[in-house]
Structures are given as C-alpha cells and as structure tokens.
T-cell receptor, first 114, second 108 residues
Framework: GAVVSQHPSWVICKSGTSVKIECRSL??????MFWYRQFPKQSLMLMAT?????????EQGVEKDKFLINHASLTLSTLTVTSAHPEDSSFYIC??????????FGAGTRLSVL | GIQVEQSPPDLILQEGANSTLRCNFS?????LQWFHQNPWGQLINLFY???GTKQNGRLSATTVATERYSLLYISSSQTTDSGVYFC??????????FGKGTSLLVTP
C-alpha cells in the first residue's frame, strides 16, 4: 500500500491564526487525495476532495474560504485552516487514493485552537 | 448516499475472548473496507472485502453483499486490538463513507 506522511502531528495555536497541514504521498503519485475531519468520539467526515492541478471539491457545509486546499503536485496536498477558532479544534486526516478504491491514511493532525 | 451502520457501538472484552462486529449498509455496494483506528488516531487498513471471506491472522471478515452486511471477527483478542473499528464504503466520488465505528477495549 501507499505510505502517507502527514505533518504536523499536533499543533496548538491561538484563535485567529492560520495553520497549514501537509499530506505527502511518499511512494505513490496521487492524483486524488482526501481530507477528513474527526471530532472526539465521532466518525470521520469527508471535508473535501483534492485533485492535482485543479480546484478542490468541498462537501456541503465546509467553507472553502476557511479551509484552503492546495494540491500542486502528485505527492503533496496541503490544508490551511485560516483564522482558526476554537470550534475548528479537531483531528484532521488525509488519505491517498491508489488505483481502484483503496485508500491509505496519514497519521492525522490534532489541532487545538486556544 | 449509502448509510452505514455499525454494531455494537462499544465492546469490552477480556484478553483471549472472541468477538464479532457487524456493519450494515443501506444499498448494494461493490466495495467495503474495514479499518482499525489505534488509540493514537492512525487508521490501519484491515480488509478490502466487497464480498466473500478473507482472513489475516486472528482477524477475518465476511461480506454478504446480497444481504447488505459485513462481519469482522476477532479471535483470541489482545490488548493491542483496542481501538475503534470502522467499516466504510466508497461513494460516487471515490471518497469513503464511514460508519460510526465500534469502540473496543480489551482488558488484561
């Protein structure tokens, strides 16, 4: 399977600041990556689909101006949480879609906004 | 979209016990995956099992697509099996639609 690296693993920031999370596919050229969010004791919910070289597709209810996604290369997608607020505190996980339907996940980023 | 329901929501086992986790889905699917999320949050692929039965060590899974359910069997459980088990199906955009998970705690 694909090896996916996600960085940072944990970030604490002040309210109003922006945070960038990186998702790298180390051994697979990924045209499609996904970003999920998981609140405590809940399931993973899809935020957006990141396509290399084109604009991301956001799920209903996810603010595209707040959660900026860039997928400039086949191995890197970034998620920037702009003007973060305490309600954005969550666990953010990226995944890489390999050929077919199987996805491999990064280790996740735990964001705490004070 | 397809609804995915898992049961039980919580499970506590003593080390060495066996368990069965269930995943029901609302419509026919040709893909279903099982994941284990460890206590640190990492999601680990267990099985891609659109139909039939697969086994990997102490874990096995069976999907009966015509009856819209899948089962995950854990035998001789160990404390390292603790975590949350998710089943998920692929939607039309190839993203995963997850169930709410079964939280498993294996005690020594």
């Amino acid at each position: 399977g694909a090896v996916v690296s996600q960085h940072p693993s944990w970030v604490i920031c002040k309210s109003g600041t922006s945070v960038k999370i990186e998702c790298r596919s180390l051994d697979f050229q990924a045209t499609t990556m996904f970003w999920y969010r998981q609140f405590p004791k809940q399931s993973l919910m899809l935020m957006a689909t990141s396509n290399e070289g084109s604009k991301a597709t956001y799920e209903q209810g996810v603010e595209k101006d707040k959660f900026l996604i860039n997928h400039a290369s086949l191995t890197l997608s970034t998620l920037t949480v702009t003007s973060a607020h305490p309600e954005d505190s969550s666990f953010y996980i990226c995944s890489v879609r390999t050929s077919g339907v199987i996805q491999y996940f990064g280790a996740g980023t735990r964001l705490s906004v004070l | 979209g397809i609804q995915v329901e898992q049961s039980p929501p919580d499970l506590i086992l003593q080390e060495g016990a066996n368990s069965t986790l269930r995943c029901n889905f609302s419509d026919s699917v040709n893909n279903l995956q099982w994941f284990h999320q460890n206590p640190w949050g990492q999601l680990i692929n267990l099985f891609y099992i659109p139909s039939g039965t697969k086994q990997n060590g102490r874990l096995s899974a069976t999907t009966v697509a015509t009856e819209r359910y899948s089962l995950l069997y854990i035998s001789s459980s160990q404390t390292t099996d603790s975590g949350v088990y998710f089943c998920a199906v692929v939607n039309s955009g190839y993203a995963l639609n997850f169930g709410k998970g079964t939280s498993l705690l294996v005690t020594p």
